[in-house]
């Protein structure tokens, strides 16, 4: 049963620390994605890749978080230094887009922290 | 800048009873999704509706797309208690061209009482 694993599921921290979060998407999928969520805002969009390659970084503020993808295998949300304001719950997700609505594979989430 | 609102926001019913939940936007969409979440996962797929006026059904799930492409709507006849969760709608950001960034919904929380 293919999933996306994301690690860690829980990270509190204090504020000014770096955090980074982990995910690794279906094995085949071609495109991944990291959302925000809070209740506040709802679901938004970060940033996604394609093939590795960042599409959309649009949503992502710049000057703290950067999101990379190192392989395949492997994509890293990092928050560099955090704020109590980036207390949210981060999502993966993947899919095998081929330019339209397909389906999105959500990871479970890490719920981050920030004191 | 396009936005779904969804309503309601909250919504408390009883096992047996039947509920609408609606997705509204003044923008056009080519196509709209609907996510169920779960407490402490992540959302999951139930349906895409891509035409206008399109009506699909999953079991005692009925989505609807409205006509204009700008709205939607999810009934649920006879909810269960496994009914129970976040429903959020999803459309295409751009209708121009296609891309795979998804804008979503508001939200519906949805509670099912035994």
């Known amino acids: 049963d293919a999933r996306v694993t994301q690690t860690p599921r829980h990270k509190v921290t204090e504020m000014g620390q770096e955090v980074t979060m982990r995910c690794q998407p279906i094995?085949?999928?071609?495109?991944v994605f990291w959302y925000r969520q809070t209740m506040m805002q709802g679901l938004e969009l970060l940033a996604y890749?394609?093939?590795?390659?960042?599409?959309?970084d649009s949503g992502m503020p710049k000057d703290r978080f950067s999101a990379e993808m190192p392989d395949a295998t492997l994509a890293t949300l990092k928050i560099q230094p955090s704020e109590p304001r980036d207390s949210a719950v981060y999502f993966c997700a993947s899919g095998l887009m081929a330019g339209g609505s397909d389906e999105q594979f959500f990871g479970p989430g890490t719920r981050l922290t920030v004191l | 800048t396009q936005l779904l609102e969804q309503s309601p926001q909250f919504l408390s019913i009883q096992e047996g009873e039947n509920l609408t939940v609606y997705c509204n936007s003044s923008?056009?969409?080519?196509?709209l999704q609907w996510y169920r979440q779960e407490p402490g996962e992540g959302p999951v797929l139930l349906v895409t509706v891509v035409t206008g006026g399109e009506v699909k059904k999953l079991k005692r799930l009925t989505f609807q797309f409205g006509d204009a492409r700008k709205d939607s709507s999810l009934h649920i006849t006879a909810a269960q208690t496994g009914d129970t969760g976040l429903y959020l709608c999803a459309g295409d950001a751009e209708l121009s061209y296609n891309t795979d960034k998804l804008i979503f919904g508001t939200g519906t929380r949805l509670q099912v009482f035994p």
């Open positions: 094995l085949g999928h071609n495109t």
């Open positions: 923008s056009v969409f080519s196509s």
């Open positions: 890749f394609r093939n590795r390659a960042p599409l959309d």
